[in-house]
């Protein structure tokens, strides 16, 4: 449960954003682990609620307990990175069907995990 406090998440966002600067010795590279790091706390407290500190509060919108809404952020999360990654490839390979089929498997997927939260028991991750 600590591995997703704040001070835990930026300790391992600085060691592999050195990790990453000393193996590779790309500034901007070593910044984007970092960021990318540190994003994961973020999308953690919308979909769930997890600790901030060692006896402080434990936050998020627990979105994971209200399985259409998770759906509904989650979808336009994955449905945003198709349109970016969408846009990165070649005209002719942006066109065809199985670019769009990589968006219905993305929300598809999303949907399977809106469904097992919503009518499989589980134990919850953070609380
Ligand atoms: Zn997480």
Partial sequence: MWSH??????VLATALSLGSYLGTRDRALALLVGAITISHIVADYATGA???????PVI?????SHAPLDFLLESAVVSAGW????????????????????LVALVGM??????????????????
Avoid: E
Avoid at 5 to 10: E, G, K, N, R, W
Avoid at 60 to 64: P, S
């Fill in 83 to 102: 349109v970016i990654y969408r846009r990165s490839l070649p005209a002719h390979a942006a066109r065809k069907q199985l670019a769009w089929l990589l």
């Fill in 60 to 64: 998020g919108l627990n979105l994971y």
């Fill in 50 to 56: 997890k600790p901030t500190w060692p006896g402080g």
């Fill in 110 to 127: 999303q949907l399977l995990g809106a469904l097992d939260l919503a009518f499989l028991p589980r134990t919850p991750k953070c609380m």
């Fill in 5 to 10: 406090s704040i001070p835990a998440v930026l």
